[in-house]
């Protein structure tokens, strides 16, 4: 039987995306929006503090296209705190203007399929650091859960581990040409949520989105075992810029 990867499990993490009820917004009175836009720049100030503090890291982006409006990714040390900000935001008078369009539930992943034996990663500050990240507020944002396929010859939980550990170091080497330019961070959602992981991609020039996710098709793992679920791509909404992005 091919052995398990060990998994090294961090942060907990929401993606929340949300469609804007455009019509109702322009329905509601400027009193209401004002209400709405005040109390949601005061819970994202709030979190701004939670990640100075280190406590946890967030990111609000736009999203372009149909699929969504906005999405929040928020990461905290417990699946309590996240419910917590999920409900916060639920309750909260913006959230009168919004419809689920898309969520996914899962933790901050790193895998040890990179790391020498008898070593012990957890130990390693740099390692620790990854799995509770402050997310990049850089530009643009791609985010897509995705599988490993498991069809026929082409089933990657059939593989012995070794072979995986040399296509992921394969697929390492493609990922490193973007140190710099992208920033990805991998959560695991095996028994959370529909699909095995989430990408989360930042970039400052969008364009470099593109770039990797076309590159690592050509990866074997991506090209044989990779499957792939709705992508979400978006611009940096920030804190300050909100009431502009929602005038009416
Ligand atoms: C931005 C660059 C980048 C870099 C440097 C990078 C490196 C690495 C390393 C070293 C490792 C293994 C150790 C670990 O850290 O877990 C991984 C792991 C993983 N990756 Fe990755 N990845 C990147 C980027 C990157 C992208 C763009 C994608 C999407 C693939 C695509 O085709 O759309 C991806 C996927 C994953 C996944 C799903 C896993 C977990 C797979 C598993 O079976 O466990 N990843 N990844």
Same mark, same amino acid.
């Given at each position: 039987?091919?052995?398990?990867?060990?998994?090294?499990?961090?942060?907990?993490?929401?993606?929340?995306?949300?469609?804007?009820?455009?019509?109702?917004?322009k329905?509601?009175?400027?009193?209401?929006?004002k209400?709405a836009?005040?109390?949601? !720049?005061?819970?994202?100030?709030?979190?701004e503090?939670?990640?100075?503090a280190?406590?946890?890291?967030?990111?609000?982006?736009? &999203?372009?296209?149909?699929k969504?409006? &906005?999405?929040l990714? &928020?990461?905290?040390p417990?699946?309590?705190?996240?419910?917590?900000?999920?409900?916060?935001f639920?309750?909260?008078k913006?959230?009168?203007?919004?419809?689920?369009?898309?969520s996914y539930?899962?933790?901050?992943e790193?895998?040890?399929y990179?790391s020498?034996?008898n070593?012990?990663?957890?130990?390693?500050p740099?390692?620790?650091?990854? =799995?509770?990240?402050?997310?990049p !507020?850089?530009?643009?944002?791609?985010?897509?859960?995705?599988?490993?396929?498991?069809e026929?010859?082409?089933n990657?939980?059939?593989?012995?581990?070794?072979?995986?550990?040399? =296509?992921?170091?394969?697929?390492? =080497?493609?990922?490193?040409?973007?140190?710099?330019?992208?920033k !990805?961070?991998?959560?695991?959602?095996?028994?959370?949520d529909?699909w095995e992981?989430?990408?989360?991609?930042?970039?400052?020039?969008?364009?470099?989105?593109?770039?990797?996710?076309?590159?690592?098709?050509?990866d074997?793992?991506?090209?044989?075992?990779?499957?792939f679920g709705?992508?979400?791509?978006?611009?940096?909404?920030?804190?300050?810029?909100?009431?502009?992005?929602?005038?009416?």
């Open positions: 039987m091919p052995e398990a990867v060990e998994t090294m499990d961090g942060w907990y993490c929401l993606h929340d995306l949300r469609k804007i009820d455009w019509t109702k917004w329905k509601a009175s400027e009193q209401e929006r209400e836009v005040d109390e949601l !720049q005061k819970m994202l100030r709030e979190w503090e939670v990640s100075e280190r406590d946890g890291s967030h990111a609000f982006y736009s &999203i372009m296209g149909q969504a409006d &906005i999405i990714m &928020i990461l905290r417990t699946m309590k705190e996240l419910e917590e900000i999920e409900l916060r639920n309750k909260s913006f959230a009168e203007f919004t419809t689920p369009s898309y539930v899962s933790v901050v790193l895998s040890k990179m020498k034996e070593d012990n990663p957890e130990d390693n740099g390692v620790r650091a990854r =799995l509770k990240p402050k997310l !507020q850089w530009d643009h944002i791609c985010f897509y859960p995705m599988d490993k396929r498991r026929g010859n082409d990657w939980y059939m593989l012995p581990m070794d072979e995986r550990r040399q =296509l992921m170091y394969e697929h390492s =080497l493609t990922g490193r040409k973007y140190a710099g330019e992208i !990805q961070i991998i959560t695991g959602s095996m028994g959370f529909d992981w989430s990408v989360t991609l930042f970039a400052k020039d969008v364009l470099q989105l593109k770039k990797i996710v076309y590159e690592m098709r050509f074997v793992v991506s090209a044989r075992y990779g499957e709705p992508f979400y791509v978006g611009n940096i909404l920030k804190t300050d810029e909100i009431p502009a992005y929602l005038a009416v």
